[in-house]
T-cell receptor, first 112, second 114 residues
Framework: DAKTTQPNSMESNEEEPVHLPCNHS???????IHWYRQLPSQGPEYVIH???SNVNNRMASLAIAEDRKSSTLILHRATLRDAAVYYCILGGTQGGSEKLVFGKGMKLTVNP | DAGITQSPRHKVTETGTPVTLRCHQTENHRYMYWYRQDPGHGLRLIHYSYGVKDTDKGEVSDGYSVSRSKTEDFLLTLESATSSQTSVYFC?????????????FGSGTRLTVV
């Protein structure tokens, strides 16, 4: 399975933008890039996914490098509620019929 | 909420006893998954199901079995619980067959084997 590399942790300040990096140098042409996050004492929740083009939704933006070997999840204005473990995952489809393999993720701390 | 519930939420059991965890969904999604989460390991896939009576093993399936006799229920059974199976168990559903992106996770079951 293609793997991803994330920092173990990051810190940001409330109300500032935060960029969460992910490297996936062995990504295949059919792999989608998925981001999930897990708030304390909760199950993971879907954030965003993309294939080649940058993507935006109400939660975040996903910027994908032209060679697709890295991507960045962008939280435009961090809030305390964004403090969570963020998972960058590669999946061969749009995240349903093919099982997703979660790594250890990256812990984001948001300072007031 | 999202139409997925896990039961029980917490359970303490003794080594060697059988334990069944239940995942129930009201979304009529085809795909269902069981994960376990332990400190330092992230989430690891135990078993998954692509439909009624259609299940397969994940990366940490030893000591676990599953059953799916109805679309809405996915059961995870520990035939003879061991202390190494103390963990938080998450169920997830996916609506990919209906064009719905992403997994939805349950709130988890915290299992302690003593």
């Amino acid at each position: 399975d293609a793997k991803t590399t994330q920092p173990n942790s990051m810190e940001s300040n409330e109300e500032e933008p935060v960029h969460l990096p992910c490297n996936h140098s062995t990504i295949s042409g059919t792999d989608y890039i998925h981001w999930y996050r897990q708030l304390p004492s909760q199950g993971p929740e879907y954030v965003i996914h993309g294939l080649t083009s940058n993507v935006n939704n109400r939660m975040a933006s996903l910027a994908i490098a032209e060679d697709r070997k890295s991507s960045t999840l962008i939280l435009h204005r961090a809030t305390l509620r964004d403090a969570a473990v963020y998972y960058c995952i590669l999946g061969g489809t749009q995240g349903g019929s093919e099982k997703l393999v979660f790594g250890k993720g990256m812990k984001l701390t948001v300072n007031p | 909420d999202a139409g997925i519930t896990q039961s029980p939420r917490h359970k303490v059991t003794e080594t060697g006893t059988p334990v069944t965890l239940r995942c129930h969904q009201t979304e009529n999604h085809r795909y269902m998954y069981w994960y376990r989460q332990d400190p330092g390991h992230g989430l690891r896939l135990i078993h998954y199901s692509y439909g009624v009576k259609d299940t397969d093993k994940g990366e940490v399936s030893d000591g676990y079995s599953v059953s799916r006799s109805k679309t809405e229920d996915f059961l995870l059974t520990l035939e003879s619980a061991t202390s190494s199976q103390t963990s938080v168990y998450f169920c997830a559903i996916s609506g990919a067959s209906q064009g719905i992106y992403g997994y939805t996770f349950g709130s988890g079951t915290r299992l302690t084997v003593v």
